[in-house]
């Protein structure tokens, strides 16, 4: 079962959606409140290694436009 793509892709969307939430949460204290524009870009990113990319970059930059602007196409 742990092999299936259905379960591999739970996974992957839990993980996903962990991301996001934690870096909404930890971006809402270092840099305040997201509009709603940021939170969007946030969650339309899907891809998890530049989600987790991000997360270690929320330490080196003072905005979420700083941050989103890492973002890669």
């Known amino acids: 079962m742990r092999e299936s793509d259905t379960y591999q892709a739970i996974l992957e969307e839990g993980e ?3 991301l996001h939430d934690a870096l909404l949460r930890l971006g809402r204290k270092r840099f305040g409140e997201p509009d709603e524009a940021v939170r969007q870009a946030v969650l339309a990113i ?3 290694e530049q989600l987790y990319r991000l997360s270690e970059d929320l330490l080196d930059v003072s905005t979420w436009q700083e941050l989103l602007a890492r973002v890669r196409p």
Do not use: A, N, S, Y
Request: glycine residues 16%.
């Open 16 to 18: 996903r959606q962990g």
């Open 46 to 48: 899907q891809d998890l």
